[in-house]
């Protein structure tokens, strides 16, 4: 997208949680004439001090509401002239998933299908659809199922085989998305990331986790052998392949984004581990802290994505390295302990607790 064309109008779900944070700081520094409108519900994983960078910024709006509720997502894209939606928000934790499985239909199935019918009653209104909009969904390599050591990696053409209520519920809403492109019209794309890291992310995932606990000397929890293998994403990379998605990409289609880093669990926290060794080399060596601890049920071996589609059609490329994204992201939560430190709450601790063992959680000072 060229910087100088007219500003686009962005509505931006799920933009206090951690990808959709890092995309909106993203957007308005590469285009600070657009309009951003975040709605989030500030949930547990939604944090409204991921935004405070800007929220002076005089593009910028912030909308405390919940996706399900079609009559103020209509009035927003009306009011706001909004011509692009970009669909971060759900529940996304593997885990809670098979702890509470409603809150994922609720957010993911419902709350997309809610946004779908108010787009479509919005743009496609009447004998005059609004041209050049676009809806774009968010998705997940985890839809496509596990992988063998040897297989070929996910493709967009990988037929679907969730096996978590998560990825099952992020299955459906992906079919929805296609549905109202084939059946009404809409201007849809999506896209399907492998597993993301960086600044903003909520603790409950692997790598924040294991940084605040060697922060704090704390043990560092890995499913069963520590040999399930994940394709790594810089957020940031992330962006850049959204970005281009809605630049170029062709309506009614998938791209999947991967950052071409498929590591073990093990691998990853070990390499955490020597960057801290480094850090600190007082508290070396970290790996000591690693703890191996009753696997999840299910537990998806492999993901790799192939992202080819989006490389070739679309120019695009990772731009960063896994080790030095990992360093980048672990300063970043050294440096930023008053964005993570309020988190650490009772619920949070009890959640860790009951998943990984009493000793696992960080403490909330």
């Known amino acids: 997208m060229d910087p100088e064309c007219s500003p686009r109008r962005l509505l931006v779900t799920g933009g206090a949680g951690f990808i959709g944070a ?10 600070p004439a657009d ?16 935004l405070a960078a800007i929220e002076e910024h005089p593009g ?29 928000a759900a529940e ?15 957010t993911n199935i419902l709350g997309t299908h809610a946004l779908l019918k108010a787009a479509r009653a919005v743009w496609l209104a009447g004998d005059a ?21 040897s297989d070929p ?73 520590g040999r399930n293998i994940r394709d790594w994403l810089y957020v940031e990379d992330h962006c850049h392949g959204i970005e281009r998605i809605l630049e170029r990409g062709r309506v009614g289609e998938t791209y999947n984004i991967g950052g071409d880093n498929e590591r073990t669990n093990l691998q990853v926290v070990e390499t955490l581990c020597g960057v801290m060794d480094t850090l600190r080399p007082e508290d070396a060596p970290h790996a000591r802290h690693i703890r191996f601890v009753k696997d999840r049920p299910g537990h998806d ?43 650490l709450n009772g619920e949070y601790r009890e959640w860790v607790g009951s998943h990984y063992g009493s000793g696992c959680a960080a403490s909330p000072g």
């Open 22 to 31: 890092n995309f909106v700081h993203y957007w308005l520094a590469r285009y």
């Open 35 to 50: 309009r951003v409108v975040v709605i989030d519900l500030l949930t547990y994983a939604g944090n409204r001090a991921s």
């Open 60 to 88: 910028f709006r912030f909308v405390q509401g919940d996706i399900r509720d079609q009559a103020l997502v209509e009035r927003l894209l009306r009011e706001e002239a909004i011509d692009i939606l970009v669909h971060f």
């Open 92 to 106: 996304s934790h593997v885990d809670r998933s098979i702890a509470g499985p409603d809150a994922f239909i609720d």
């Open 129 to 149: 659809p609004l041209p050049g909009h676009r809806f774009h969904h968010v998705s997940t390599d985890e839809v496509y199922g596990s992988l063998g050591q």
């Open 153 to 225: 990696a996910f493709s967009e053409t990988t037929a679907y085989a969730p096996n978590s209520p998560y990825s099952a519920s992020k299955a459906a809403s992906d079919h929805l998305v296609r549905a109202y492109h084939h059946t009404y019209g809409l201007n849809t794309t999506i896209s399907n990331c492998s597993n993301n890291y960086g600044p903003y992310q909520f603790p409950e995932k692997l790598i924040p986790l294991c940084i605040l606990n060697l922060l704090e000397g704390k043990p560092l929890p890995l499913y069963g052998d």
């Open 301 to 343: 071996r492999r993901y790799a994505i192939a992202a080819d589609k989006l490389e070739y059609e679309l120019d695009y490329t990772p731009m960063h390295r896994f080790e030095e994204a990992l360093a980048t992201t672990i300063h970043w939560y050294i440096s930023h302990e008053t964005w993570w430190r309020p988190i």
